[in-house]
C-alpha cells in the first residue's frame, strides 16, 4: 500500500461483519509504532487520547490544524492506514475537513452527531445524515474512497436505557447509511443483546467499543461486529500500569 487510494481501499476491506478488525485507538507516533509492530492491519486517533497527550480538553478542545498536525506526525511513523476521530466536524466545511484528513496522510473519520461548539447538542437524524452526505461527496471528488464512521451518541444519554434507545439510534444511523457511509458506531459499552440487535438491524458494518483489558475479540465476532476500538481505554490502562511501575520509586 503506497498510495492514498490503495490505503483507503485496503482499510475498508477489513470490515468484515463476524470477523472484526481490532484497531487499537493511539494518541501520537509512539503508540502508532507500537501497534503497527505488533501486527496489526490499521488504527485510528482517538480524540480524547490526542487531547490528553498534549494537555488539551476533549470534545473539540484542539484546533482542527493541531489534530492535524498530530496525524501527519502519526502517518508518517506508520505505513498502515489510519483512521481518525474528527468529533463533530470542528465546524470546519466538508471539502476542507476532506482535503485537510488526506492531506495529513489519513484514509477515514469517525463523525459524531454531539456538536459540542453548539453546547453539547445532539444533531437531529436527518441533520447528521445531511453532513455525512456532504462529507460523502467531498471524498469522492478527491478520488479516494475515505472511510466515513458514521457515529451516534444516544446511547450514551445519561438518563436512558440503552435497550429502549437502541431503536432510535438504528433509525439515525440507517439515514447516515443512506447518507453514504461505510460504517455505523454506535458508541457505548452495552450488553450482548443490544450489541446484536445493532449489528443484526444495520445495514453496514458496525463499529463496537471495549477495554482492551477485558475485551474479547470472539465475543464481538459473535455479535457480527466489523470492528473494535478502544477510545480512550488503551492510554487510560497504560497510565494505569505506568502509576504501578513508578510508585515503589515515589
Known sequence: MTTLPEKAAAFLELHRPGDPVILPTVWD??????????????LTVGSH???NSVGKPDQEGMAFA???????????????PVS?????????????????????????????????????RLREPQEH??????????????????????????LLAPSGDPAEL???AIERLRLAAAAGADVLYPVGRYGPEVLSRLCAELPLP?????????????????????????????????????????EPWR
Open 66 to 80: 493541531d489534530v492535524l498536525g498530530r496525524v501527519r506526525e502519526i502517518t508518517a511513523a506508520v505505513e498502515i
Open 29 to 42: 507516533a509512539w503508540s502508532a509504532d507500537l501497534v503497527q509492530q505488533a501486527g496489526f492491519p490499521a
Open 166 to 168: 437502541v431503536g432510535p
Open 129 to 154: 445524515a445531511d453532513l455525512v452526505g456532504r462529507l460523502r461527496r467531498a471524498a469522492d471528488d478527491t478520488g479516494v474512497h475515505v472511510v466515513v464512521n458514521a457515529r451516534t451518541d444516544l
Open 49 to 51: 487520547p490526542l487531547a
Open 206 to 246: 458496525v463499529n463496537a467499543v471495549t477495554l482492551p483489558e477485558q475485551g474479547d475479540k470472539a465475543y464481538f465476532a459473535e455479535a457480527g461486529a466489523a470492528r473494535v476500538s478502544f477510545g480512550p481505554f488503551l492510554q487510560w490502562a497504560l497510565a494505569t500500569e505506568a502509576k504501578r511501575l513508578l
Open 84 to 120: 481518525v476521530d474528527l468529533e463533530s466536524g470542528y465546524g470546519v466545511e466538508p471539502v476542507a475537513l476532506i482535503d485537510g484528513l488526506l492531506d495529513a496522510g489519513a484514509v477515514g473519520f469517525n463523525l459524531e452527531d454531539t456538536v459540542h461548539k453548539e453546547g453539547g
